[in-house]
């Protein structure tokens, strides 16, 4: 840092340590709840119900999922900006459902194994 002063050099690098002691403190935190024996086993159980309400929907959504891959085939635009932005965190998996959807459906896909796969929420995008 060429040209600046000592006190701005001492204020850069005093943030900059509290923001890596807060980076740590979080990602401790966060290790520490999730090593929790409950908290894997509720995640664990909220994993076997996606998948029995996957397997349950998937009469009822299956075309859905069919008309996805077809657009995703050739290229078709409209279907797929009709189709919900919905994610799901541990599979990776986009929502094949149209937009709207979530007031009277979950979310549901199909996983990179092939397995359906039905959720409530979504993550965040990040693009």
Partial sequence: MRGSSTPDR??????????????W???????????????????????????????E????????QDRYNRAVRDADLYTLTRTCPGKHGRWGRT?????GHDSNA????????????AWVGSVPNDD
């Fill in 10 to 23: 001492v204020a850069a690098a005093v943030e900059s340590h509290a923001w890596r002691r807060a980076w």
């Fill in 25 to 55: 403190e979080t990602e401790t935190a966060i290790e520490a709840v999730l090593s929790d024996p409950e908290v894997r086993r509720l995640g664990e159980e909220i994993e076997r119900t996606e998948a029995v309400l996957g397997r």
């Fill in 57 to 64: 929907l998937r009469p009822h959504f299956q075309p859905y």
């Fill in 95 to 99: 929502c094949v459902l149209d937009t």
């Fill in 106 to 117: 979950p979310h549901w896909g199909i996983t990179t194994e092939g397995q359906p796969v």
